[in-house]
């Protein structure tokens, strides 16, 4: 069962709740239907780099210690306010299913594996399933990945602009940090979100099965790159699986990426990181940079072996900050920029489906600049496990 909440000028309501009927998905066939492994040549990448000695920060909603996950996860932290835990406690799935598409280990050939398998985890919570998502949460999060060493962040979700959310994100870009954000869904909104709107943030669209941009991906000239977003297989808490669709789960493709680049080339600044991945994708659309997967599609074995020249300037700089205001509760609503979950599955025999899949469909905030004053009003979407 899945449920949509709409936030609007502070109210949350419910507004539809979908059942999707469930096809078995066990641990020794996730791993065959894991189609984007093949499609990216990700075997080969890994005889190159697995992404040994960097740690991703998921900015989530926690990260359950799946057994295809768990080696790689370390204490995190629970930002939430009155929040004690540290991190490793998902009671949404959207955390799980982000952290597994980076750096899941597998067991030998079964279960799911991520693109940087030897990488590890930050789980950084920043919602859960009573309250959603948390916009002061989120800004905080920047900072603790900071402290914390992170080398890639990855946020797939979004809210609307405020000045400390600009200035955390501007922080961790300043601190040589690959920050990648989700650009969104168009059925859910039609404007990318913050983080994925600020300079230097590396904005992630979702391709299909057939290497062509997703439909539901939204199409904006900040879009960097894409990756499989559609049928996506990946880890549910609980022992269980997921199929999963958006571009939630094509931003942690590119996250896994980052991982494996910074392994291989220590040296490489971010914005240098950033380069590589986008010098060498795969041109999908019409020739050169567009709206829709910007420049192309991530080919992580060219990005790990190709001669790319450097930038004309490597040094990381600050985004602009811009203003906004917050809605009329004085909050900003944190959601995620749009996901649909397919079916999730145990692990073992009982084809029962999970109860829920994924988390956190976003709408997105829109701000208008009026004459004489600045008034932000947020419009979002967020879909949410029902339990």
């Not at 050169?288 to 450097?310: F, H, M, S, W």
Request: aromatic share 4%.
């Amino acid at each position: 069962m899945r449920s949509r909440f709409a936030a609007a000028a502070g109210a949350i309501s419910l507004a539809a709740a979908v059942a999707v009927p469930a096809t078995p998905a066990f641990a020794d066939s996730v791993r065959n239907d894991q189609w984007y492994l093949k499609s990216l040549n990700v075997a080969q990448a890994q005889t190159i780099s697995e992404g040994s000695g960097v740690s991703v920060a998921v900015i989530d909603t926690g990260v359950y210690p799946h057994p295809d996950l768990q080696r790689n996860l370390l204490p995190g932290a629970d930002l939430l306010p009155g929040g004690t835990g540290d991190g490793r406690v998902d009671d949404n799935g959207h955390g799980t299913n982000v952290a597994a598409l980076v750096a899941a280990h597998g067991r030998n050939n079964d279960g799911v594996l991520g693109i940087a398998p030897s990488a590890k985890i930050l789980p950084i919570k920043i919602g859960n399933k009573a309250n959603g998502l948390s916009i002061d949460a989120a800004t905080d999060a920047f900072g603790w990945a900071i402290a914390h060493g992170a080398k890639v962040i990855n946020v797939s979700s979004g809210t609307g602009p405020t000045d400390a959310l600009i200035n955390s994100v501007n922080g961790a870009i300043s601190h040589d940090i690959v920050v990648v954000a989700a650009a969104g869904n168009t059925s859910e909104a039609a404007i990318l979100s913050y983080p994925a709107a600020i300079d230097g943030v590396l904005v992630v669209g979702a391709t299909d099965r057939n290497g062509k941009h997703a439909p539901f991906s939204i199409v904006d000239k900040k879009v960097d790159i894409c990756a499989p977003g559609k049928d996506v297989i990946t880890a549910e808490p609980k022992k269980r699986y997921a199929d999963v669709d958006g571009t939630s789960f094509a931003a942690p493709i590119v996250s896994g990426a980052a991982a494996l680049v910074r392994a291989k080339f220590p040296n490489l600044s971010g914005p240098e990181v950033i380069h590589r991945l986008e010098a060498t994708a795969d041109d999908i659309g019409p020739p050169g940079r567009d709206d829709q997967c910007g420049y192309g599609e991530l080919n992580i074995v060219k990005a790990l072996t190709a001669d790319v020249p450097p930038l004309a300037n490597s040094t990381a700089s600050p985004a602009a900050t811009a203003s906004a205001t917050a809605s009329s509760d004085g909050q900003a609503h944190y959601i995620d920029p749009g996901a649909t979950t397919a079916a999730a599955q145990p692990e073992n025999g009982d084809t029962k489906p999970a109860s829920s899949s994924t988390p956190l469909i976003l709408g997105l905030v829109v701000g208008l600049v009026v004459a004489g004053g600045l008034v932000a009003l947020f419009v979002a979407r967020q879909r949410r496990n029902n339990s």
